[in-house]
């Protein structure tokens, strides 16, 4: 069962969720929380432009380069990494689904590209793969309410909360 507003303001008042930095009231959705961008962004090192990369032996960490801005540009069919200032920890028997929000979709831009699983007893910042699909150069903000997420109820508790067993994103 996805989660209406009222929905999500009993699960973090019986914290089962939490949202830290406090959300306000204004990124309170009818089912959704919207989540604003941080100003970290991980691009894409230059000199793999045309390389052929094997992800069995490269991850994004080796392939891209960190950027601390306010501010990003994203020429058209160019990505980055970007990550929300939001940090969510969810109970073993929640889950989230990131979702684009859709004044930006209409405009070209993709927020993540097939992660968009928040995983039952997770506790972190969510990564966002961020794509620029129009036909013209975006720009992208720091606090921009660029993403948004909807909670699920599992029907029990997971076995393998993600805090415990997941094994790259746990410390974001």
Same mark, same amino acid.
């Given at each position: ?11 973090? #008042? ?5 949202? &830290?930095?406090?959300?306000? =009231?204004?990124? +309170? *959705? ?5 989540? %604003? ?28 380069? #960190? ?5 990003? &540009?994203?020429?058209?069919? =160019?990505?980055? +990494? *970007? ?5 969510? %920890? ?83």
């Amino acid at each position: 069962m996805n989660l209406s507003d009222n929905d999500i303001r009993t699960a973090i #008042k019986a914290g089962k969720l939490k949202i &830290e930095p406090r959300l306000s =009231e204004e990124q +309170l *959705g009818a089912a959704s929380i919207d989540l %604003t961008l941080a100003g970290e962004f991980w691009k894409f090192k230059k000199q793999l432009r045309g390389k052929t990369v094997d992800l069995k032996k490269t991850d994004f960490k080796q392939a891209t380069y #960190k950027i601390n801005a306010k501010t990003l &540009e994203l020429k058209p069919g =160019e990505m980055a +990494l *970007g990550i929300t200032r939001e940090k969510i %920890t969810v109970a073993n028997d929640l889950m989230g689904k990131l979702e684009g929000r859709s004044r930006y979709a209409r405009m070209g831009l993709a927020v993540h590209v097939t992660s968009a699983l928040v995983q039952p007893g997770s506790s972190n910042r969510q990564v966002l793969e961020i794509v620029n699909l129009s036909p013209f150069t975006i720009v992208i903000h720091e606090g921009m309410r660029i993403s948004q997420v909807v909670f699920e109820t599992l029907a029990s508790k997971t076995s393998k909360p993600y805090a415990k067993f997941g094994k790259i994103a746990r410390k974001q």
